[in-house]
């Protein structure tokens, strides 16, 4: 099994841009998210997803969409990329049980991501 | 907003040592997980306890969770140089759809 993939690994946008980051996982796993990780900080919730076609937003979402067409995939977009989403950005999936995630996550290697 | 706190912020000690980091958190809580990230990698899970245990063991891994308190503690025993990396405490809380991690905790290890 790969687990959960990301790529790319390191992305350079200017204000502006657009762009996607993509993330998939091969655990058959129901639920998917995506973090932040700014220097120092622990990680933000941006968007989750319990199932295909079923999305919701987490702490920090605005500049962001998501969508889930399958089970395996959750795309990120950046819809207009600001200097402030410079940041790390982390996929992850993980089982769960009656749409409650008590079980591990499972995390993607991260995508680097600085806008100028 | 942050549910978890970990304590101290950085952490250095000598190979073969123990090492213990606190997690404080705000709301009543499902379980509480503890994250390992080695530098510029993905968070590699260590641990899971529900709100109902006080404390679980994996390997040289214990954590202890005080619900009255509201906080649960990570302790390596027999550190190696291995271990260094940063620790995080994660809380799932409400609904157990979102966890929030604190801030973290740097662990150095010394050969």
């Known amino acids: 099994n790969a687990g959960v993939t990301q790529t790319p690994k390191f992305q350079v946008l200017k204000t502006g841009q657009s762009m996607t980051l993509q993330c998939a996982q091969d655990m058959n796993h129901e639920y998917m998210s995506w973090y932040r990780q700014d220097p120092g900080m622990g990680l933000r919730l941006i968007h989750y997803?319990?199932?295909?076609?079923?999305?919701d937003q987490g702490e920090v979402p605005n500049g962001y969409n998501v969508s889930r067409s399958t089970t395996e995939d959750f795309p990120l977009r950046l819809l207009s990329a600001a200097p402030s989403q410079t940041s790390v950005y982390f996929c992850?999936?993980?089982?769960?049980?009656?749409?409650?995630?008590?079980?591990?996550?499972?995390f993607g290697p991260g995508t680097r991501l600085t806008v100028l | 907003s942050q549910q978890g706190e970990e304590d101290p912020q950085a952490l250095s000690i000598q190979e073969g040592e123990n090492a213990t980091m606190n997690c404080s958190y705000k709301t009543s809580i499902n379980n509480l997980q503890w994250y390992r990230q080695n530098s510029g990698r993905g968070l590699v899970h260590l641990i899971l306890?529900?709100?109902?245990?006080r404390e679980k063991h994996s390997g040289r891994l214990r954590v202890t969770l005080d619900t009255s308190k509201k906080s649960s503690s990570l302790l390596i025993t027999a550190s190696r140089a291995a271990d260094t990396a940063s620790y995080f405490c994660a809380a799932s809380t409400g609904s157990a759809r979102q966890l929030t991690f604190g801030s973290g905790t740097q662990l150095t290890v010394l050969p």
């Open positions: 306890i529900r709100s109902n245990e």
């Open positions: 997803s319990v199932g295909a076609g079923i999305t």
């Open positions: 992850a999936s993980s089982r769960q049980t009656s749409g409650r995630i008590d079980n591990e996550q499972f």
